[in-house]
């Protein structure tokens, strides 16, 4: 079991307040903002409808309308009618399995009122709103773990609440189940866990491509691990026999590194197999499918399977790999193709995240150049003034994050839709909520040295409406400050304000069809 001591159980309380907190109010804000603003004309796609709408139908899309739009439209579909359309197998079957099986359980007693698209609907956002409280409590018990620091680690799952991907983590996405299943993986493995850290990020592999790379934390360690025994054995053999312990823990490193990579990897392997038997080796004929939804595909020129049609190019390559011709092929993605003038603006919307990744490595390796030079497998570990190893944003634990978070941004920003590197990021690494509690720890002493604000401030907030009065029930290091914004340091007003304004606005625009990251 993870032992949870009590200091721990008082902030895991505060995160799950504030993260079901966040999760209320940004349901209501959609709701509104999608009864305020009118849906754009996106040219996205948009299934017909499979049954006739029931009573509580419309009383649900006006609520919950907004989380169906852009790529949540696949997932629904997905969940709803399963993989029929060749472009929906790049979106990965675990979410909308779980979409699937709560609106036929939990949800069931509602289908007298609601179609399988309103229970679908109404899934997301009870399954979405439940994972993201528990990310947030996953990535508090991994920085407790890796930073050795109890406030780093609150101020990092409190400023994750307020993530710049938060309507991805709200609408019908897989972002914040890949979120929850990736910082509990790390958590467990963290923690020595192995066997069960390695299924969780198996299933994170089940629901977005990029849970493949999370096979490198398994290896890393390992790597770790095995020079660390090779180091302690060594020294009791003599040095005429010291290869045969060199080629056993070679042999053994890379016996466990493939069963790793074998179980991560599973997943995806499994999904394009079923990809290639569905449209290389097609059971179904066009008289089986929807004469409605044939003629979506004929209309937008969807490839559906059909034994009488010709077999797609793909399935004739040496690794039929149909996830990379699907992005290849329908969204144009690939290596410099998005380096145009016009996608300018895009570059803008992902700079933020993009930079302060960097500083995360910048700060990184500037404070442990030695370490780095060793990709931290040197003999000796890090000593901070003390003689002892750092427990904070420098902490030896933390270097195998900056590197995993530095190969997205270099992915992300070279291969793939620069956009999209903001969702990217803030359901993939946790660097991007350490560097920023950094820096507001950094910024802000009364946080470092847990100082609270005098009764009569707290007494001056609660006049200043009803705004402040929510803002008060969620007491917390991160409200307090945006509850004294004025007096804050500029780094710290530029942090919050990244965070608040990406969480703010990307749901007046993502809710209405309008292009958001």
């Known amino acids: 079991m993870l032992y949870i001591d ?10 799950v307040r504030f993260a079901a907190f966040t999760r209320g109010l940004s349901l209501i804000l959609q709701a509104v903002l999608n009864a305020a603003i009118s849906d754009h004309a996106a040219d996205a796609f948009s299934p017909p409808r499979s049954e006739e709408p029931k009573l509580l139908d419309s009383s649900n899309e006006m609520l919950l309308g907004g989380l169906s739009h852009w790529d949540a439209e696949h997932f629904l579909f997905i969940a709803e009618r399963g993989y029929l359309y060749e472009h929906n197998f790049a979106f990965f079957p675990l979410f909308p399995l779980i979409l699937r099986s709560v609106a036929a359980t939990l949800l069931w007693p509602l289908s007298a009122f609601l179609t399988v698209r309103g229970r679908l609907l109404l899934a997301v956002a009870l399954v979405n709103s439940g994972l993201f409280v528990l990310s947030a409590v996953a990535l508090y018990g991994l920085s407790r773990v890796v930073l050795g620091d109890r406030k780093l680690a609150l101020v990092s799952g409190l400023i994750y609440c307020l993530t710049p991907a938060n309507v991805f983590m709200l609408a019908g996405y897989s972002e914040t ?10 958590w467990l493995l963290e923690r020595g866990y192995t066997f069960r850290a ?3 990020l198996a299933l994170s592999t089940a629901t977005r491509a ?7 934390f398994l290896l890393y360690q390992l790597l770790q691990k095995s ?27 890379l016996l466990r590194s493939a069963l790793y990579i074998s179980v991560v990897a599973l997943p995806f392997c499994l999904f394009q197999f079923y990809g290639y038997y569905t449209f290389c080796k097609p059971s179904v004929s066009q008289d089986q499918i929807s004469s409605v939804l044939l003629k979506l595909a004929q209309e937008k020129g969807y490839r ?13 390559k040496s690794i039929p790999v149909l996830y990379s011709y699907i992005q290849d092929v329908y969204w144009d993605v690939g290596f410099l193709r998005y380096f145009q003038l016009k996608q300018i603006p895009n570059f803008l919307l992902a700079l933020p995240i993009a930079t302060l990744s960097v500083m995360a490595l910048y700060i990184y390796v500037k404070a442990n150049p030695h370490f780095c030079k060793y990709l931290g497998l040197g003999e000796s570990g890090l000593k901070g003034k003390d003689g002892k190893p750092p427990t904070d944003f420098h902490s030896t634990k933390v270097f195998v994050y900056i590197a995993h978070c530095s190969v997205l941004l270099i992915f992300g920003t070279f291969c793939m839709h620069v956009q999209v590197l903001t969702r990217f990021l803030a359901a993939s690494s946790p660097v991007v909520y350490w560097v920023s509690a950094h820096f507001l720890l950094s910024s802000e002493p009364s946080l470092r040295e847990n100082k609270s604000f005098d009764h009569g401030q707290r007494l001056d907030t609660l006049k200043q409406g009803f705004v402040g009065c929510f803002l008060m029930c969620m007491n917390n290091p991160v409200t307090q400050l945006l509850m004294h914004w004025r007096t804050r340091s500029l780094s710290t007003r530029c942090i919050l304000g990244y ?4 969480w703010l606005i990307g749901l007046a ?3 209405n069809f309008l292009p958001w990251t």
Request: proline share 4%; net charge positive; hydrophobic share 50%.
């Open 198 to 200: 390695c299924l969780l």
């Open 177 to 186: 189940l890949f979120a929850a299943l990736t910082f509990g993986g790390l």
């Open 210 to 216: 990029n849970g493949l790379v999370n096979a490198g």
């Open 304 to 316: 559906v399977p059909n034994t009488a049609a010709p077999v797609p190019s793909w399935c004739m």
């Open 509 to 511: 625009l993502h809710c």
């Open 227 to 253: 020079l660390d025994q090779v180091r302690v054995q060594s020294k009791g053999f003599l040095s005429q026999r010291r290869w045969c312990l060199y080629t056993m823990a070679a042999l053994k490193f």
């Open 499 to 502: 965070f608040i304004s990406y």
């Open 6 to 15: 009590n200091h721990a159980e008082l902030d895991i309380r505060v995160i």
